[in-house]
């Protein structure tokens, strides 16, 4: 076994159409966060490989999908599923944030 694991989770936002770069943005803020979580919990030379996907939907409401890919060494004692579950969450978190900004200009 490597230790990579992966995650994936859909996040469904009610919101109104956000333009192209709002989107962009929103987009990018999840992938930081979940990059500084990991970061934050290991050592860079313990991540063999990590890949942060997002897709975004939006018809009746907005969705985004997030997925993690993240291999660590066999002998690392990290639970690879949990770190990925909080940084997601933290993700989460920071978009819904940064939603609230944009709704408040409107």
Same mark, same amino acid.
């Given at each position: 076994m490597d230790g990579g694991r992966s995650g994936k989770r859909v996040?469904?936002?009610?919101?109104?159409? =956000?333009?192209?770069?709002?989107?962009i943005d929103i987009s990018e803020l999840a992938q930081e966060t979940i990059i500084k979580e990991v970061f934050d919990? =290991?050592?860079?030379s313990d991540v063999k490989d990590i890949e942060v996907t997002?897709?975004?939907?939006?018809e009746d409401t907005l969705d985004l999908e997030v997925e993690v890919y993240?291999?660590?060494?066999?002998?690392?004692?990290?639970?690879?599923?949990? =770190?990925i579950e909080k940084a997601v969450e933290k993700a989460y978190e920071a978009v819904e944030k940064r939603l609230k900004e944009l709704a408040a200009k409107d």
């Open positions: 996040i469904h936002i009610g919101l109104p159409e =956000l333009s192209e770069e709002q989107l919990a =290991l050592n860079r997002m897709r975004i939907n939006q993240l291999e660590v060494p066999i002998f690392l004692k990290v639970d690879v599923d949990e =770190l």
